[in-house]
C-alpha cells in the first residue's frame, strides 16, 4: 500500500522547447507568481463557465482529487471551488496549451449546477457589445 506525500511534489521542468511542446510527461509553465491559468468549461456543452489561478498545490490537489482546487489572488490562499456554495466541479478531462502555460479543466459541475459565484451558469454572463457609446465606453449586454 502507498501513502500520499503529506505535501504536493514539485512539478518536473521540461529540458527545452521540443519536450515542453511534444513531450508526454506534464511540465507546466507557472507565472513569476507561481501561478498558472486555468479555463474551465462544461465537458458536456463545451460552454465556457469560468476562469481562474492555480498555483502548484491547487494543480497537485486537483489532479489527485479530480475536483477542481485554485488559488485566490483576493484571498491570497487556495481555494476547493464550492466549498461554501456546494457547487464542485468534477474533473473529467484535463489539457494543457502548446507550451503548457494554461490549463484547461473540462468538468461536470456538481450541486445546483451554477460555477460563478453570482449563482449564473457560467461567469460569463455579459457580452462587450459590438458598438462604443458617444462617451467612449462599451456597454455590456445580458446574454440569453
Not at 490537489?61 to 479530480?66: D, K, S, V
Not at 507550451?99 to 453570482?118: K, N
Not at 449563482?119 to 462617451?135: G, I, K
Request: with cysteine; aromatic share 8%.
Amino acid at each position: 500500500m502507498t501513502s500520499e506525500p503529506s505535501h504536493p511534489r514539485e512539478f518536473p521542468c521540461a529540458a527545452g522547447k521540443a519536450e515542453l511542446e511534444e513531450g508526454g510527461v506534464l511540465t507546466p509553465k507557472f507565472d513569476d507568481k507561481g501561478l498558472i491559468p486555468a479555463i474551465v468549461s462544461d465537458a458536456v456543452t463545451g460552454e465556457v463557465l469560468m476562469f481562474a489561478w492555480m498555483d502548484r498545490p491547487a494543480l497537485a490537489e486537483t489532479l489527485r482529487t479530480r475536483i477542481g482546487h485554485f488559488y485566490s489572488r483576493s484571498r491570497g490562499r487556495p481555494w476547493r471551488k464550492g466549498e461554501e456554495s456546494g457547487n464542485t466541479l468534477s474533473v473529467l478531462d484535463m489539457r494543457v496549451d502548446c507550451d503548457q502555460d494554461v490549463v484547461w479543466l473540462r468538468v461536470r459541475v456538481d450541486g445546483a449546477g451554477v460555477a460563478c459565484h453570482t449563482e449564473r451558469r457560467t461567469c460569463f454572463y455579459r457580452r462587450v457589445a459590438d458598438q462604443q457609446m458617444d462617451d467612449g465606453t462599451w456597454p455590456l449586454d445580458p446574454v440569453a
